[in-house]
């Protein structure tokens, strides 16, 4: 067959549901198959031990299923709690034409595969974005696509920062030009400098409208290493590496007011937040003066990184970023954080510089285009 697809899906806990992964891609073999696209399967099971070694003999809880005939077991055993390591073992072992990471607690709709492969071809994209199913069952409508359904995204005009992972299909070609890896020996935010590369340096970008999705569950357990709360200089070490990697620094200033933007945003405001709001951790340890310092300089280095500016950035999340960074206690937090909540539309929609209200990366453009892009049902099924 003249092109293949190979289906990545790292195992960390043999309890989880990670057949029902693997069988969600075994079942779209044939319709592959039919357009001359060769199937792979790769497991990789991370971190084992014993029973890593009991399916590498076929003694493991896949064993005697016909259904997992042609399944690659792979091992990684590096030690550390992040998926990192075995995406990278499956990247330094595939000579698949595109990969597709998989979660092992997540799975791949019908017909899925096929789809995204035929959305490749008139472009030769180099990175086809899946359609992303939440828990819930709704398709996430990022990232902030133009109502027009471009046959090919621009990173800038589609928000494409404000998708954080790669689900989809990856060209092998494209991730070797970009030197694309996982960053390892971090517990969280392995993927988001490398996820960035792909959509700013990689190649044409896709979007699949209307194809089956990937389709995420709430069946991870509570040992997901996302699902803990560590201080800020832990959570953040994804973006010290951000800030220092070189295509970013090279970067043109629109490109990394974008990225600025969404990182504060969504994960600078998100976990201010989470600290303000979280129980069962004592007061000292969810804010203290450390705590205040990380943010004080993160978040000011966020700013240097953008050219010194936000100028899209709500009133409200502005306000709540210098309350933090001069917040004593965590008590100085959450009145910071509820005066936030309690900001009211002109809080939300009116930017730190009012000029900017109308600019690309506004919350108001933003919330004027969603409603464009439901008329047009760029993330609705076909």
């Known amino acids: ?114 789809a995204w492969w035929k959305a490749a071809q008139p472009n030769s994209a180099s990175v086809v974005i899946a359609p992303l199913r939440t828990p819930e069952g709704t398709i996430l409508p990022a990232p902030r696509i133009r109502p027009s359904k471009p046959a090919v995204l621009d990173p800038l005009k589609d928000g494409l920062a404000y998708r954080s992972v790669p689900y989809g299909l990856l060209r092998r070609s494209a991730l070797t030009d970009v030197g694309f890896r996982y960053a390892e020996g971090l517990r969280t935010g392995e993927d988001i400098e490398a996820t960035l590369k792909l959509w700013f340096r990689s190649g044409p970008v896709c979007y699949p409208y209307g194809a089956p ?86 978040s000011s280095r966020l700013y240097a990184f953008a050219g010194g500016q936000l100028p899209e950035l709500s009133r409200r999340d502005a306000e709540l970023t210098r309350a933090a960074a001069a917040a004593a206690d965590v008590q100085s937090l959450r009145t910071a954080v509820e005066r936030h909540r309690t900001a009211g539309r002109l809080g939300d929609l009116v930017p730190a510089r009012p000029a900017a209200i109308l600019s690309r990366d506004s919350v108001l453009r933003h919330y004027l285009m969603e409603r464009q892009r439901a008329r047009a049902g760029v993330f609705s099924p076909s």
Not at 77 to 88: F, I, K, L, M
Not at 272 to 285: E, H, T
Not at 291 to 296: N, T
């Open 1 to 114: 067959m003249s092109q293949s697809i190979e289906v990545v899906i790292p195992v960390h806990d043999v309890e989880r549901p990670f057949k029902r992964a693997v069988s969600s891609a075994l079942a779209q073999r044939a319709e592959l198959s039919r357009l001359g696209v060769e199937l792979r399967v790769t497991v990789v099971l991370h971190n084992l031990g014993a029973a890593a070694a009991e399916v590498s003999t076929g003694a493991g809880p896949a064993a005697g299923d016909a259904e997992f005939d042609g399944v690659t077991w792979l091992t990684c055993d590096d030690g550390v709690r992040s998926p990192a390591g075995p995406r990278n073992r499956a990247l330094d072992a595939t000579t698949a034409t595109f990969l597709s990471f998989l979660d092992s607690d997540d799975h791949l709709e019908p017909g899925s595969l096929a």
């Open 213 to 298: 999705a990937y389709h995420q569950t709430d069946d991870s357990g509570a040992g997901r290493v996302t699902s803990s709360l560590s201080s800020l200089a832990d959570e953040f070490r994804w973006l010290e590496r951000l800030l220092a990697s070189e295509w970013l620094q090279q970067a043109t200033l629109a490109e990394r007011r974008a990225v600025a933007l969404k990182v504060l945003r969504v994960h600078g405001i998100g976990a201010l937040l989470r600290r303000a709001g979280a129980s069962g951790v004592p007061d000292n340890a969810l804010w203290n003066e450390a705590e205040r310092a990380y943010w004080a300089d993160i």
